[in-house]
């Protein structure tokens, strides 16, 4: 598919206002401030499509993008950040597990990782339930521009091995917005998705 051509649809607070469940999509989860707009603006190469902020908790909203018609990508809201209030929070992890446990329309779940913290507590929880729920993963180590070439190698085989006692077989990669780092990973992989 051609990323490129990709538009924003519609914002929900929930899964009862997204469009119809039918097509298919991918989502993009992960911490608050993991990169998931960014990473989402250098797939599809526009700079705004998704908003993006230097502040935790930007994206509180189900945000949904069509590649094509019944083909889309959503921009999910970031779990873990502790700044905000209790009940704010409350209501995104609420919408965020009911999207992610209702939608039919769901074919795979990108999880996103700053690679210079990855696999906190909450990450493992989003990839067990997507393995528990036979949603096919993908993880991306982001902002990989951050590590000098070595240490970068040295966190993506460290998390590989310890992704396979929690997690079971899950692909993992490193990823850079900035340095356009991964995308082809990335889209092959959506591509494959997309197709099944
Ligand atoms: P929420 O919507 O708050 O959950 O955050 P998000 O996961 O959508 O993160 P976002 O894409 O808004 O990026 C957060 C911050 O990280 C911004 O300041 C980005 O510029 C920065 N950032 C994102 N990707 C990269 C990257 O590949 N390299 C570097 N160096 N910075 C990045
Ligand atoms: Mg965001």
Redesign the pocket.
Known sequence: WNYHVTHFVTSAPDVRHLPDDTGAEVAFA??????????LNALTQQKSL??????????QLINLFEVTDGIRLV?L??YG?AEVPEEVKRKWQKSLGEYLEVRQALKGLVV?MDIRHPMKELDQQMVTWAVASEIPVLVLL?????LASGARKKQLATVREASLAFMGEVQVEL?????KMGIDKLSQKLDEWFTE
Not at 30 to 39: E, T
Not at 175 to 179: D, T
């Open positions: 992960g911490r608050s401030n993991a990169g998931k707009s960014s990473a998704a908003r993006t902020s230097k502040t935790p908790g930007r994206t921009d809201p970031g950040y996103l982001t902002k990989a521009d951050k990823f850079s917005s900035l340095k």
